[in-house]
């Protein structure tokens, strides 16, 4: 029997599905439910998550749901992943909200660890994934990939699900976690789910939250950045002139902490310093008010020259 804590929906979302959802908060309960959907033959899914869900989130369910029969989305707010110089104290933190939005987006279960069962005592194990956690956010928050490497091994080695779904508004962590799924041959499937925009094109974050309304006009000259990056190299543009184009409309709304702006293959992440001559992304990472922000744009290829 799986006991677990029973949420009361306190108002639809948009008009789908409603009712209840269950809060596990062991390993054992997760399993336990796991177990028993996997045996009357359900896909299972899991949905990785910090809380504070958004719309972006919610595109996660909804991929999730094309895949599996059951969703569960985690929540855990992870410290592993953030410096002490950086906002975990201050992450936003709304269970009851978000166990709302999953119910009423068609999740299934709630996972929602405690920090000592995630990391007991004399918690000892580090995993390193090397190469393609290097450079970008590598190297601005270079504690983030361990983090986000060994918080993930263990909710897919908790849950077993059959599949499990990641943004690419984090692209980065995206292919590190396919890396290391190989690399460990850990038995779920990882999907990457197309990120998503707010309507005044910002990209959908938890983090938006700490941005006042001038912020927020000042963060949308990231998304604007990157597709003048994009416009260049469809341009003809080559790599570095496409990134001054983006630069210069950082610089003219004002940002002056930008972490970087790259343009990177879009599977190795290798910086591309010429021509595009292959599928590739442009990065930006910059702060804005009070918060960091990342977001990324697929970057065609330019045609070979006939
Ligand atoms: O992308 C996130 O929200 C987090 O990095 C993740 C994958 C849930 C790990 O804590």
Known sequence: ????????????????????????????????????WKKDGLKVALVPTMGALHIGHMSLIDEAKTKADR????????????????DFDAYPRQEADDAAMVAGRGGHLIYAPTRDEMYPEH?????????????????????????????????????LAHVAVFGEKDYQQLLVIK????????PTEIIGAPLVRDEDGLATSSRNKYLSAEDRAQALALNRALKAVTEAVGSGATAPQAIVKG???????????????????????????????RPARVFVAAHVGPARLIDNMAVPAMPPEA
């Open 179 to 186: 890396r290391m799924v190989r690399d460990l041959n850990i």
């Open 123 to 159: 918690f000892s194990t580090s995993i390193q994934v090397g190469g393609i956690s290097q450079g970008l956010c590598g190297d601005s928050r270079p504690h983030f990939f361990g983090g986000v490497a060994i918080v993930v091994a263990k909710l897919l080695l908790q849950a």
């Open 71 to 86: 969703i569960i989305v985690s929540i855990f707010v992870n410290p592993t992943q953030f410096a002490p110089h950086e």
């Open 1 to 36: 029997r799986v006991v677990g804590l029973i949420v009361r929906q306190k108002f639809p979302m948009d008009g789908s599905m409603t009712g209840d959802i269950k809060i596990v908060r062991t390993v054992k309960d997760l399993r336990a439910q796991v177990e028993a």
């Open 247 to 277: 630069a210069q409309i950082l610089m003219a709304a004002g940002i002056e902490r930008i972490d970087y702006l790259d343009l990177r293959d879009a599977e190795t992440l290798e910086l591309i310093d010429g021509p595009v001559t």
